[in-house]
């Protein structure tokens, strides 16, 4: 099976078309980073193709269409391209491509999450998450998933656990994770939630005689991280202390965070690092901080789900001392996510039916 992988160079995005095709079986990739020569090209090439999706241009208006709007390297590495299974791409600004370059190598489309303004569609295939469901009618082109595909797997992280724990010579102790998101519309994380987090890392390692292994993101202010790095980077309690922006001498030092931790906890801004955290097999905290406005957006109801269904556990920074204790000494095995395998299940579908 030959996968093109069209990319928008967002590694959330990335993630999620890396973890399917890690995982489909007999695949040759090839990826191609996909650059507009301006966003208006981008949002107008959205507009046609939400318009004239369902018809069959030529293909040399077809290769117009890519020519005028996409930079020279990106359309001459699309140009490059003679065959294809499976068209595959994450996000909106990517989606009017995949579409055209489905017609064009008589491929297969699929699509994670819904894209703008073109929905799903035109493409053979949609792999959504529950809050991108819409309506109860189910529909043969829509893969439903709980949360979204990512390559992180419980099989994965135990393999690399006990070399990471001997590469870095860290002692027999419980170790938590926590993944620090960032701002956006709904809620933030501030210096306040810092402080308070530090007290509750500070305890947890006196009281339950453990590590606490930090990952902060792009998306974290800039004073939160220089807050967090001056206050724990440096404690004996906190072997590792990850930046996005700062070099690691761990090749993957994210997935080795995920690896070493008996318990991952994560701030809810983040819906992907979520699903990453909850499709470890580790027992899971979603951490809500401080609200930008009282409304909820979406991905709070499958936090609720994951909640019922005990694949993660909701809390705030208050009861969070608690709830980081139970999460380390309950008997009661965490139920991991499978997206991921879903998706690959429905593409093998896809192609099977061809």
Not at 50 to 72: I, N, Q
Not at 78 to 90: E, K, R, W
Request: with cysteine; proline share 6%.
């Amino acid at each position: 099976m030959r996968v093109v992988i069209l990319s928008d160079n967002k590694p959330g995005h990335y993630k999620q078309s890396l973890g399917i095709v890690e995982r489909l079986p007999h695949c040759e990739t090839e990826w191609v980073t996909v650059e507009f020569r301006h966003k208006w090209r981008d949002n107008l090439l959205r507009v046609f193709m939400c318009t004239f999706g369902g018809t069959s241009p030529s293909k040399a208006f077809m290769h117009e269409l890519l020519r005028w709007s996409l930079t020279v390297d990106t359309y001459n590495a699309l140009t490059t391209l003679h065959t294809a299974d499976i068209i595959l791409s994450t996000g909106s600004s990517v989606a009017a491509v995949n579409l055209l370059l489905g017609q064009m190598l008589s491929a297969k489309t699929v699509t994670c999450r819904r894209p703008s303004p073109l929905g799903t569609r035109y493409f053979d295939l949609a792999i959504l998450p529950m809050f991108s469901w819409h309506g109860k009618r189910d529909k043969d082109n829509v893969c439903k998933t709980v949360g979204v595909p990512n390559p992180i797997s419980p099989d994965t992280l135990n393999a690399e656990q006990q070399q990471l724990i001997q590469t870095l010579n860290l002692p027999d102790c419980p170790r938590i994770g926590i993944l620090i998101g960032g701002t956006e519309r709904h809620e933030t994380i501030t210096i306040a939630d810092a402080e308070k987090l530090h007290k509750v890392c500070e305890a947890a390692t006196t009281e339950l005689d453990a590590q606490i292994l930090v990952t902060t993101s792009r998306r974290t202010p800039i004073d939160v991280t220089e807050h967090l790095s001056s206050t724990l980077k440096h404690a004996d309690w906190c072997p590792l202390f990850i930046e996005p922006n700062v070099a690691s001498a761990l090749t993957d030092p994210y997935q080795a965070l995920l690896a070493l931790s008996d318990l991952l906890i994560v701030t809810a801004d983040s819906f992907s690092m979520v699903c990453e955290a909850a499709s470890s097999g580790r027992p899971v905290i979603v951490l809500t901080l401080s609200k930008e406005n009282t409304e909820n957006p979406k991905r709070y109801n499958v936090y609720q789900y994951m909640e019922q269904h005990a694949i993660v556990r909701q809390c705030t920074l208050d009861g969070l001392k608690q709830y980081i204790f139970d999460g380390l000494t309950s008997p009661v095995p965490n139920t991991p996510l499978r997206d991921t395998e879903t998706a690959v299940e429905a593409i093998h579908r896809l192609i099977v039916s061809n």
